[in-house]
């Protein structure tokens, strides 16, 4: 009997034995576990932080590399503008009273034609003039680019002229674009409304009203146009004002 007890009893502590081992053994493997979260944890945060790291890196480097071109693109067109403004002191050198400018064409309308320097018979009757005299200037420069012709012929169309429509002056020193803010009649002694002398560049196109009148009037229909761009050297041509004269 008192064998068969103590065998009971080894047995028992057996038992408790092998429970605190195993719950020893689940302790030590939730530690573990937990430690190992716990250092996964602190290793993603500092993944992140490179992460973060980098893109900063990315952006800083995207934001150089665009300042770089931006500061690339603005010595080109100064460049381009030197240039284009040498070609037009240039073309000064060799102008006279009746010398080819280019074109003169206007949106929505069918006026297309030469231009001309002067603006008397013999250039309207090759296409338009640019009046030469009284303070006036050539296409693109500071000042009024005052430009007319006859109303039954190079001009009949002007009155389709719309604001907000785009006047193209094309020469050998660039194409240049003015865009129509204002259309009026006045009589031909109105001098002061032609803007003769100003120094900001505009363009007016004139010619004789009524419309197609053959006979002699004292009235002059024009239309006022100002740069889609300008720097302080006068109205930009079409390349570098990021306009396309089509």
């Known amino acids: 009997m008192k064998r068969?007890?103590?065998?009971?009893?080894?047995?028992?502590?057996?038992?408790?034995?092998?429970?605190?081992?195993?719950?020893?053994?689940?302790?030590?493997?939730?530690?573990?576990?937990?430690?190992a979260r716990a250092e996964q944890a602190v290793l993603s945060e500092q993944i992140a932080a490179l992460q973060q790291q980098v893109n900063d890196l990315q952006t800083q480097l995207t934001a150089e590399q665009a300042a770089r071109a931006a500061a690339e693109a603005q010595l080109s067109d100064a460049a381009a503008?030197?240039?284009?403004?040498?070609?037009?002191a240039d073309f000064r050198t060799t102008l006279t009273e009746g010398s080819e400018l280019g074109r003169v064409w206007v949106d929505d309308?069918?006026?297309?034609?030469?231009?001309?320097?002067?603006?008397?018979?013999?250039?309207?009757?090759?296409?338009?003039?640019?009046?030469?005299?009284?303070g006036c200037v050539l296409p693109g420069e500071n000042g009024t680019v005052f430009v007319g012709a006859h109303t039954d012929t190079f001009f009949n169309d002007l009155g389709s002229a719309q604001i907000g429509g785009i006047i193209h002056l094309e020469t050998p020193w660039g194409n240049f674009s003015y865009r129509i803010t204002e259309t009026?009649?006045?009589?031909e002694t109105e001098v002061d409304q032609c803007r003769w002398g100003d120094t900001a560049p505009s363009c007016i196109l004139y010619t004789c009203y009524p419309f197609g009148s053959t006979w002699h009037t004292n009235f002059r229909?024009?239309?006022?146009a100002d740069p889609i761009a300008q720097d302080s050297s006068g109205a930009l041509p079409d390349d570098l004002a990021g306009q396309t004269a089509g």
């Open 184 to 187: 009026k009649v006045i009589d």
């Open 81 to 88: 503008r030197e240039t284009q403004l040498q070609q037009l």
């Open 109 to 134: 309308t069918v006026i297309d034609c030469t231009m001309y320097w002067g603006d008397t018979g013999s250039q309207f009757a090759q296409g338009a003039g640019v009046h030469s005299t009284d």
């Open 4 to 35: 068969k007890y103590a065998r009971r009893l080894v047995a028992l502590c057996i038992a408790v034995v092998l429970a605190v081992a195993f719950a020893a053994a689940a302790v030590v493997q939730t530690l573990h576990l937990q430690d």
């Open 221 to 224: 229909y024009l239309v006022y």
